[in-house]
């Protein structure tokens, strides 16, 4: 008997999927990538080609919940045994492709619920951006922020209205449950499987 599937989820969406897992797929383990790599993306890529390298020669198929982080992940879930669910960021893989597009062509700016805690010190030491210059680049390209909120978590409703006040865009939440999520991970768990040397679904 194969050992159970990984989980191989970026930080920011952790909470969510530990929570599906724990639902629908408790026999698989889960591994968590702090998002702080997506930063330096060689880094990131390393360390994603070592763990599956790791993973898949222990004989365990490996799902990636991850978007488009770095310039290798479409090499990476080609590999047998591994699978990567749909969507280019994690935004995306919340709301689905078309949802995604309307949102981005109204401008919206997503925060989850990492990004959102820590939405200072991304923009002011990830990004290096002042606050003029946030708001200023900010406003060319987007209308308001808008909060996805899985209701796995409180709403951070403080970070969201300083955040509003230091960008100067408007922010709202929505609500988003994890039907679309559910399934793209059902669909990634079975290719994994499958394409596994030796795996069955």
Same mark, same amino acid.
Request: contains cysteine; hydrophobic residues 40%.
């Given at each position: ?7 191989l ?13 724990g ?26 080609h ?5 993973r898949i020669?222990s004989g365990?198929?490996?799902v990636?919940?991850?978007?488009e ?6 090499e990476l879930?080609?590999i ?13 893989i ?8 309307s ?6 700016f997503?925060?989850l ?10 923009? +002011? &030491?990830?990004? $290096?951006?002042? *606050?003029g210059?946030?708001?200023e680049l900010?406003?060319? /390209?987007?209308?308001? %922020? ?7 978590a ?8 300083a955040c +509003? &006040?230091?960008? $100067?865009l408007? *922010?709202?939440?929505?609500p988003?449950?994890l039907?679309? /999520?559910?399934?793209? %991970? ?10 596994f ?5």
């Open positions: 008997m194969n050992p159970a599937p990984l989980l989820s970026c930080s920011v969406l952790a909470r969510e999927v530990q929570h599906l897992a639902q629908y797929w408790p026999e698989c383990q889960m591994e968590t990538v702090s998002s702080d790599l997506h930063m330096v993306p060689q880094r990131l890529s390393a360390l994603l070592d763990t599956l390298k790791s020669r365990r198929p490996v990636l919940i991850f978007g982080c770095c310039t290798v992940m479409e879930s080609a047998p045994g591994v699978a990567r669910v749909r969507g280019r960021d994690c935004p995306e919340l709301l689905g492709r078309a949802a995604y597009r949102a981005m062509q109204a401008g919206e997503f925060l619920p990492e990004w959102a805690r820590r939405w200072e010190e991304i923009f +002011t &030491q990830r990004l $290096g951006l002042a *606050h210059q946030a708001a900010l406003s060319d /390209v987007h209308s308001r %922020l808008v909060y996805l909120d899985t209701g796995l409180p709403v951070p409703s403080d970070e969201l209205t +509003t &006040q230091w960008c $100067g408007p *922010h709202t939440i929505r988003v449950n039907d679309l /999520v559910r399934m793209s %991970l059902d669909e990634a768990l079975r290719t994994a499987c499958l394409t040397q030796g795996g069955s679904p």
